[in-house]
C-alpha cells in the first residue's frame, strides 16, 4: 500500500476550497492507502494569532475532519505538536534548504506582502513542512495546486539530503485534482480562495447555511461576456463556477460548460451542488462538535501511532547524519 500524507492548518474555518483541493481527495485515499492526516498547528504559529485560540481551533478543524468522512479507525488523523520529532526533523531540514530556494516561495511572498512584521518562521516554514512529510516515508502528497512548489521543494531536499548522507528518504510526489484543485474567491475570482483574505461573500465555509451558499453563488461575480467557456483568463468567474461545479457532482469540467449558455441557472445549479455536497458533512459536524472528547480521543491514538512511525525515520536521518546516539 501507499504511504499518503497531508496537512492543513488550524487557522479559521474548513472552506469548499479545502474540501474540493484536498480534504475530499484525502477521504478517498484513507481507503486505499495507509494514511497520515496531519492538523498542522505549529505552521499556524508563523502569522500571529489570538492567544489561547490555537487548541479550540485545532480541536474545532480535527472535527471538522472527521465530519468530512476521515475516519480514525482507517486512518491516522493527529496535531502536529504532539508528535515533537517534526521540530526535530525540521530543524535538519532548515539546514538542508538553501535561502535563495525559501525566498523564492510563492507563498511566502504573498504572505509577507504589506505584513509591518515578518517572523523567521513564516520564511523557513516550507523547510517544516518538507520534515512533515519526510518523516512518514511519504509516497504521495495529496494537495490544491498551491502547494505544488512546497512539495516540489519537498522532493528537492529529499533528494540532496540522500545524496549528501545516503539513502535515507522516499522522495514523495503531489497528487493533485483535475477539477477543484484551484477553487477561486466567489468575488474576485482572480484570487484563490482563502481563509485569511477572503471576505464573507467570497468564501463558502463548510457550515454556511444552505439558504447562504445558494446567496453567495447567486451573488458569484462573473463577466458581461454573456457565454459559458472554460477561459481563465478572461472568464475567471466563470471557469470557477463551472470546475466548483465539476468538482461537487464528479463530472468534468468540459462537459458540464457544454450544459449551459446562462449564467444564471449556472450559478443556481453549481449552489445547490454545493448545498448537496455540505448537507451530509454538517449534519455530521453538529454531533462530532457535541462529543469533542471523542474527538480528542481519535487525535491521541493518532498521535500514538505517528509517533511510532516518526521517531524511526528521525533515528533513521540522525544515524545518516552522524549524530552521536543516545544510546
Ligand atoms: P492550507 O491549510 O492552506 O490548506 C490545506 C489544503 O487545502 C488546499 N487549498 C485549496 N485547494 C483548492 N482551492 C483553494 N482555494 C484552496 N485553499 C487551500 C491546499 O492546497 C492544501 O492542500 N502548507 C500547507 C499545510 C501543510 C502541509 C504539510 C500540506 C503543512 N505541512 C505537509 C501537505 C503536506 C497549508 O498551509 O495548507
Same mark, same amino acid.
Given at each position: 500500500?501507499?504511504r499518503v500524507f497531508s496537512?492543513?492548518? #488550524?487557522?479559521?474555518?474548513?472552506?469548499?476550497?479545502?474540501?474540493?483541493?484536498?480534504?475530499?481527495?484525502?477521504?478517498?485515499?484513507?481507503?486505499?492507502?495507509d494514511s497520515f492526516y496531519c492538523?498542522?498547528?505549529?505552521?499556524?504559529?508563523?502569522?500571529?494569532?489570538?492567544?489561547?485560540?490555537?487548541?479550540?481551533?485545532?480541536?474545532?478543524?480535527?472535527?471538522?475532519?472527521?465530519?468530512?468522512?476521515?475516519?480514525?479507525?482507517?486512518c491516522t488523523l493527529f496535531?502536529?505538536?504532539?508528535? #515533537?520529532?517534526?521540530?526535530?526533523?525540521?530543524?535538519?531540514?532548515?539546514?538542508?534548504?538553501?535561502?535563495?530556494?525559501?525566498?523564492?516561495?510563492?507563498?511566502?511572498?504573498?504572505?509577507?506582502?504589506?505584513?509591518?512584521?515578518?517572523?523567521?518562521?513564516?520564511?523557513?516554514?516550507?523547510?517544516?513542512?518538507?520534515?512533515?512529510?519526510?518523516?512518514y516515508?511519504t509516497?504521495?502528497?495529496?494537495?490544491?495546486?498551491?502547494?505544488?512548489?512546497?512539495?516540489?521543494?519537498?522532493?528537492?531536499?529529499?533528494?540532496?539530503?540522500?545524496?549528501?548522507?545516503?539513502?535515507?528518504?522516499?522522495?514523495?510526489?503531489?497528487?493533485?485534482?483535475?477539477?477543484?484543485?484551484?477553487?477561486?474567491?466567489?468575488?474576485?475570482?482572480?484570487?484563490?480562495?482563502?481563509?485569511?483574505?477572503?471576505?464573507?461573500?467570497?468564501?463558502?465555509?463548510?457550515?454556511?447555511? #444552505?439558504?447562504?451558499?445558494?446567496?453567495?453563488?447567486?451573488?458569484?461575480?462573473?463577466?458581461?461576456?454573456?457565454?459559458?467557456?472554460?477561459?481563465?483568463?478572461?472568464?475567471?468567474?466563470?471557469?470557477?463556477?463551472?470546475?466548483?461545479?465539476?468538482?461537487?457532482?464528479?463530472?468534468?469540467?468540459?462537459?458540464?460548460?457544454?450544459?449551459?449558455?446562462?449564467?444564471?441557472?449556472?450559478?443556481?445549479?453549481?449552489?445547490?451542488?454545493?448545498?448537496?455536497?455540505?448537507? #451530509?458533512?454538517?449534519?455530521?459536524?453538529?454531533?462530532?462538535?457535541?462529543?469533542?472528547?471523542?474527538?480528542?480521543?481519535?487525535?491521541?491514538?493518532g498521535?500514538?501511532k505517528a509517533?511510532?512511525v516518526?521517531?524511526?525515520?528521525?533515528?533513521?536521518?540522525?544515524?545518516?547524519?552522524?549524530?552521536?546516539?543516545?544510546?
Amino acid at each position: 500500500m501507499p504511504r499518503v500524507f497531508s496537512g492543513i492548518q #488550524p487557522t479559521g474555518e474548513l472552506h469548499l476550497g479545502n474540501l474540493l483541493g484536498a480534504v475530499r481527495n484525502w477521504v478517498e485515499d484513507q481507503h486505499r492507502a495507509d494514511s497520515f492526516y496531519c492538523v498542522v498547528d505549529l505552521h499556524a504559529l508563523t502569522v500571529p494569532g489570538e492567544p489561547g485560540a490555537l487548541g479550540r481551533q485545532t480541536l474545532d478543524l480535527a472535527a471538522a475532519l472527521l465530519a468530512c468522512g476521515l475516519d480514525p479507525e482507517v486512518c491516522t488523523l493527529f496535531v502536529q505538536s504532539h508528535v #515533537p520529532e517534526h521540530t526535530s526533523l525540521g530543524w535538519i531540514m532548515q539546514c538542508t534548504t538553501s535561502f535563495g530556494e525559501l525566498r523564492r516561495m510563492t507563498q511566502f511572498k504573498d504572505k509577507s506582502q504589506g505584513q509591518e512584521s515578518v517572523s523567521a518562521g513564516l520564511f523557513s516554514y516550507p523547510a517544516l513542512q518538507a520534515a512533515d512529510i519526510l518523516l512518514y516515508d511519504t509516497d504521495q502528497v495529496p494537495v490544491g495546486e498551491d502547494q505544488r512548489q512546497h512539495i516540489e521543494l519537498t522532493r528537492d531536499v529529499a533528494e540532496r539530503f540522500n545524496a549528501r548522507y545516503g539513502d535515507t528518504f522516499v522522495v514523495p510526489a503531489a497528487t493533485i485534482p483535475r477539477a477543484g484543485a484551484r477553487v477561486m474567491d466567489l468575488q474576485q475570482p482572480e484570487r484563490k480562495m482563502s481563509k485569511s483574505t477572503s471576505g464573507d461573500a467570497g468564501i463558502v465555509r463548510l457550515d454556511d447555511d #444552505p439558504a447562504v451558499v445558494v446567496k453567495k453563488f447567486k451573488r458569484a461575480v462573473t463577466d458581461s461576456l454573456g457565454e459559458v467557456r472554460l477561459d481563465v483568463d478572461h472568464q475567471p468567474g466563470v471557469t470557477n463556477l463551472l470546475s466548483i461545479l465539476a468538482a461537487s457532482t464528479g463530472r468534468s469540467p468540459e462537459e458540464v460548460a457544454g450544459a449551459y449558455d446562462q449564467y444564471g441557472p449556472l450559478k443556481a445549479d453549481t449552489g445547490e451542488a454545493v448545498v448537496e455536497l455540505l448537507r #451530509p458533512i454538517q449534519e455530521r459536524l453538529g454531533e462530532l462538535r457535541s462529543d469533542p472528547g471523542a474527538v480528542a480521543e481519535a487525535l491521541r491514538r493518532g498521535a500514538d501511532k505517528a509517533g511510532g512511525v516518526a521517531a524511526e525515520v528521525l533515528e533513521r536521518a540522525e544515524r545518516s547524519i552522524g549524530l552521536l546516539p543516545r544510546r
